[in-house]
């Protein structure tokens, strides 16, 4: 019997995929699509017999638009519960894909990053000023090493307006203000599995953080 195709999507339903009208759109779009398609097969295991993931094209008015899809033969039953266990797809991008996408490295320097600021976050909890002064340096020294010297300078007002309160004894204000900061860079980290706001090695963009950050949410 002749198979059949299904057309799952061209990537994970919650992140911010290749928009037609991109200068790199059509680039990007079969990138992700083939990305995502190893992804599945990760998360749902391989493909059973008498079936198979493709990366489909189809011509459009403005072009090739790829998408991932299922190819199988109707009156395999494996085949039918593969493509309907395929068939929300997943909502976002794994560390694997992520790399495959360029944003690995980025997402790795942010969670080292965010550990030492975890480590400047409990000596403030614990009202050592010593260990917090020494938590704070590592921190601008370690996100200089991470990132970059122009990129750090985005972030450098915010760890500097933490520093200049432990320096004045004002844990308390230090504290909550840390604690933004790391909601703050969770934010950043979802950026970057979107592809939204970093790009080759360096922090091109990042959120606005006041210096006197409130309480956090």
């Known amino acids: 019997m002749k198979a059949e195709t299904y057309v799952i999507c061209s990537g994970p339903f919650?992140?911010?995929?290749?928009?037609?009208?991109?200068?790199?759109?059509?680039?990007?779009?079969?990138k992700e699509c083939v990305v995502y398609a190893k992804q599945l097969a990760r998360?749902?295991?391989?493909?059973?017999?008498?079936?198979?993931?493709?990366?489909?094209?189809?011509?459009?008015?403005?072009?090739?638009?790829?998408?991932?899809?299922?190819?199988?033969?109707?009156?395999?039953?494996?085949?039918v519960?593969?493509?309907?266990?395929?068939?929300?797809?997943?909502?976002?991008?794994?560390?694997?894909?992520?790399?495959?996408?360029?944003h690995g490295s980025v997402i790795n320097n942010l969670d080292a990053?965010?550990?030492?600021?975890?480590?400047?976050?409990?000596?403030?909890?614990?009202?050592?000023?010593?260990?917090?002064?020494?938590?704070?340096?590592?921190?601008l020294v370690q996100g200089l090493g991470l990132f970059g010297e122009g990129p750090m300078m985005q972030f450098f007002p915010v760890v500097d307006s933490i520093k200049g309160k432990i320096d004045r004894s004002d844990l308390g204000g230090a504290l909550r203000q840390a604690l933004v900061f790391r909601q703050q860079l969770d934010e950043v980290k979802v950026l970057v599995c979107r592809g939204a706001a970093y790009t080759g090695q360096g922090i091109q963009a990042s959120p606005t953080i006041p210096p006197d950050a409130g309480d956090p949410l």
């Open 113 to 139: 990053w965010q550990a030492s600021l975890y480590t400047l976050i409990q000596h403030l909890n614990a009202g050592d000023v010593d260990a917090s002064h020494e938590a704070v340096f590592i921190l």
């Open 14 to 30: 919650e992140e911010d995929l290749a928009v037609v009208g991109d200068p790199d759109f059509s680039e990007r779009n079969l």
């Open 43 to 79: 998360e749902f295991g391989e493909p059973p017999a008498r079936s198979d993931l493709i990366v489909k094209s189809e011509i459009r008015d403005f072009g090739v638009f790829w998408t991932v899809a299922i190819r199988l033969d109707p009156e395999s039953p494996e085949a």
């Open 81 to 102: 519960a593969y493509a309907n266990r395929l068939e929300n797809g997943s909502p976002r991008w794994d560390r694997i894909s992520l790399e495959e996408l360029g």
